[in-house]
């Protein structure tokens, strides 16, 4: 049994990790802090948990998260790199579900979150969290950058055809991305009432994206090419569900790409992952059917010759937050890759 | 006062001509008709429309049709064209709110709703009835197509680019499309419970749906350019929410398009359409904002030198149907275009 | 057409409100107030006006609002009892649709609302507004204290078996009640944001609630009878849905009672009343059939021979509010009481 | 291991019987048939399950049932009866989540559901599954009863003050209940459609509906009173929600009630059940809390000094239905109670 810390234990990521760690096989959460709930019973503020654990909220004490093998940030941008480097100098590996350690480049880093990097050095020898992309990096590392719920759907999405050489044009690529309302986290904000955001449907930030800069170095390391992925387009809409996220993704392909099967591509480049499926051609993947398990599907359809359409879903808790945060934490550990993961969606 | 006949008044387009028609200031429902509940008070079925009216559902009698100035069918494809002709040569004329006289191009009316065509004769002389794109064929029109909920984004949302010359590369066009639950009328179906279709979002038809054919045919005329849009991608996707449609449009921009002011391109060719509101630079329209309104709003933004994105929101019972039908017969009768249709949407 | 000030125009009574009285035959809205939001157009902060409307917040100015024929306050409570009595000696008409006119149980008031009143003398002179019940004293009020949602449900639903005598017992009524969340209103407070109450059912207020003393007072003096309905139950509940509310009551039949045609005393009670629907015996009246009409409907059943169940729906924010004080309003000019009012439910 | 068949795998308590016993530690599903779906893989059916079994649809055959230690019946109400007899003789123990054994009394039962009881000798010694007040003799059961989602909530909530003596009126109890849509099935029916239930609310079965008998019944075991709960009120309502069920029970206390420590008595009641949870005075149990889990939990408030208030929440799938199947097929095998049921609710 390894121990555990959580820092910033009163948002939708912090309860999901607890969800998860909870029933743990190899882990136990012993530290759980909030900067406003100090001493408050974590089963007072999320009734779910009542029956399953007696933590209370504590402040943050660095003396304390030291004590522990492994300490997540379900925080705001800009606490775990504060705090990272002296954890990891007490063996204490750091998995961060913010932003801080998602962006090699500096320069994106501090346009889209306003903040200079507080550990650079740090930041170069971090880990990006993508499980099934990294994952003998990520059995080494000592801090986890884990990825945005959005870039986990684009890259899963398209690392077949980007692995593969020459099938698809990577500058025409568009991605049509759909999430619940549980992504923008749990704040009090006029713009995330319930009246606003039932029986409506609409887009946001469409002239720019922080995850944007994420997925373009994302898919960099993934395909090897740089500077093509600059002008690709990502639209975030907002769907009036809890939990859920789907992005449509569309792509040129070229000869070669058309002539290929790439059904068999897809099911063999993640024919040994069991929390990547693979849908029969014909499919569309509901996000219902992820609903509360660490799973991602994608399905694969031609409409055209030359164009091919990505569908993935997730749960964007889950597998796009606090399930693949564990997953990272199972392979830094060695522990079995689905310890604490092998719960069923909640259908319906 | 017109009188006006119903064809099919128990779905949700039948029902939103109620609402609609039964505060015309010029006209007056005389006969509504259902194969199912004739007799029957039709505010027993839909109580909302208690008060507000004393009519009885009847059985179709092409006899009593005739009567009338005009008749609606709100009824699956195949009904309207059946009785068309009898009802023209009666001088009544007749708008149908499903696909007979949406496609003149007949192989592809019989390939994608399984039907032969009644009446292709009376299909030539019957006008498509976008309103603001055929406002005069549609005065003099004694058969009216009234569009899909869909293509009635993607023509209003394109149209200012497609007549403007050479400023889009028009087979780049994307269309992804999202609709609220209604949009699939009202069946006992098990695909359309509350429970299969409540917090989850999917796509649908993704390797071909009937609204594109009727899209390229329609884009073709209001470009003038054929066989350039047999290409383009239309993904439709289901909303867990029960009116409201937002169309995401993707389109490449030449040189020209690119160096255009698009924004004062959309402003000026809508300048006089109360019903279509093009929302300032920056803007994201929501669906919420024209419930029960027939209204659409249109917002585009660049988020690359050549890439446009177009955003599209209409209610898909209002503008995308009943509400575009009542405009139509408003043309046709020399009515005020916006008689009976003033209302403001339902916010929140 | 009179003039009208509608002062703290950014919560959601303020928006249904303009929506109602943007198409009111003889009024116009001249003043629009907002402490935050001084020179910002209405339509920007809720586009479902945009082509209906040119008007902009302005601070709250008395001289401006002495201007109106009429003032609505759509404000926290405790706002327009400080500017009341400037406007009535200005002679302009003052419409509460907060607490501050409703309760002239000064002690009430004080320990529910944590505020001393500042004009308990024309708290006397002011009359409740139950537009049903109180018509004559409405039509020569100068200030209107607007009836809250709850109660609205609960006295319409009790007026003919409490005016009738010796029907009912008094003391036994429970009073289950259910509520949309935007009866809430719309402020930035995390226990109204989305995914707390998504997908989510609860009471709220068990052990007590403003409206109660307001059900309380009110069924007092329906009945003539004093300190018989200190000990009833009310026991409102959150429903996951924007808009609607329905009251389930539940009371003891006297031998009188449990012997009399109730179903024939509601009808010829709410007999030519346009805004009140008994419905047929066996009925379940379902909140969907009024959203965003000014409407209530009753149904009344008796599953014991000596019990009642009475079930009353109404959208919250239109009978239960901003349709009940145009309602009022129309009284008070003596305009036809529907004016404005009639538009139908939007359903689905 | 155990092995388990399931009869009737199509609806919303088949597959949540799947995603229990799926992860169980002691049991394996063998069998699984359904009507319709026969050597359809139901993975293909439930994407939910894809890489968690490989289980097809088989008919009906009640030999094969032979085989298995228990059978779960997820059909329609009747058919459970039909087979019982046999799969006892073999040995098979029988666990029905409809309602043939739930009723002793048999013209109750053929009022209700309009059918014959085809084993009235074997309803005599099935046991009714309310797994924590019948513990013992579900222990010994051959065929188990397994109670419905509404009596399950009323019997739980009030078994505190109903075994103990003199403390409330047991005529006096008014049941306002209200249920997510998932409890209506999964079936092909227009009212259940998306469309018709979203924002929406309404009560239903006002004057009669099937848990009554039930509810009477269980109470007069529970009590040991007879004759004293035939006039009890018992009036469900439909939640805009997919799962979830709350319970709202008003009960008149005695002078002792009165006087009783209420709360203590039930924390004292329940102080060993871990699937009941009592939560501190003042609280308001939430459906979401128990989202998935199988949880009950109750709050009791008394807002006047004779009149309690009981609130009860679970999911009306798990505790409601196939998580107390589960519960009571553990006690049948001597499993530890919580096997397969320690999953965390699924919040938010």
Redesign the interface.
């Known amino acids: 049994m390894i121990s555990v810390g959580i820092v910033g234990g009163t948002g939708?990521t912090g309860?999901e990790l607890l969800?998860i760690l909870?029933?743990h096989p190899n882990a136990e959460v012993k530290v759980l802090t909030s900067r406003t709930e100090n001493g408050r019973r974590v089963d007072d503020m999320?009734?779910?948990?009542?029956?399953?654990t007696d933590l209370c909220y504590s402040d943050l004490n660095i003396e304390e998260l030291k004590q522990c093998d492994v300490v997540f940030f379900a925080t705001p941008h800009g606490v775990a790199m504060k705090h990272a480097e002296e954890l990891v100098a007490a063996n204490t590996k750091v998995i961060d579900l913010a932003a801080d350690f998602r962006l090699q480049d500096l320069a994106q880093f501090e346009k889209w979150y306003g903040l200079d990097h507080a550990c650079p050095e740090l930041l170069k020898d971090s880990v990006y969290g993508l499980s099934e992309l990294n994952r003998e990096k990520i059995q080494k590392a000592s801090v986890i950058g884990n990825p945005g719920c959005y870039p986990t759907t684009v890259q899963l999405g398209l690392a077949p055809v980007l692995k593969a050489e020459g099938l698809v044009k990577p500058e025409s690529i568009?991605i049509?991305a759909?999430s619940?309302?549980?992504g923008a986290g749990?704040?009090?904000?006029?713009g995330?009432?319930?009246?606003?955001?039932?029986?409506?449907?609409?887009?946001?930030g469409?002239?720019?994206h922080r995850h944007h800069p994420e997925i373009v170095e994302a898919l960099e390391n993934i395909s090897g090419q740089k500077g093509v992925f600059n002008?690709i387009?990502f639209?975030p809409?907002l769907?009036?569900?809890?939990?859920?996220m789907?992005s449509?993704i569309?792509i040129e392909l070229t000869d070669a790409g058309a002539s290929a099967d790439l059904q068999s591509i897809y099911e063999q480049f993640y024919a040994n992952e069991?929390f990547v499926?693979v849908?029969p051609a014909?499919?569309?993947?509901?996000?219902?059917?992820?609903?509360?398990?660490n799973?991602l599907?994608i399905a694969i359809?031609k409409?055209?010759p030359?164009?091919l359409?990505i569908?993935v879903?997730q749960d964007n808790?889950v597998k796009g937050a606090a399930g693949q945060a564990v997953q990272n934490m199972n392979l830094m550990f060695s522990f079995a890759e689905n310890a604490g993961l092998?719960?069923?969606?909640?259908?319906?």
Chains 1, 2, 3, 4 share one sequence.
Do not use: W
């Not at 749990?186 to 006029?190: I, M, N, P, V």
């Not at 092998?342 to 319906?348: A, C, S």
């Open positions: 939708y309860v969800r909870l029933r999320f009734p779910s948990l009542r029956g399953h568009i049509d759909k619940g309302v549980s749990r704040k009090a904000s006029l995330m009432i319930y009246s606003e955001n039932a029986d409506n449907f609409k887009a946001y469409v002239a720019g002008e387009l639209v809409h769907v009036p569900m809890i939990r859920g789907l449509t569309y069991q499926d849908m014909g499919s569309s993947p509901e996000t219902r059917t992820v609903r509360g398990a799973q599907r359809c409409p055209q030359k164009k359409v569908l879903a808790l092998q719960g069923i969606g909640l259908l319906p």
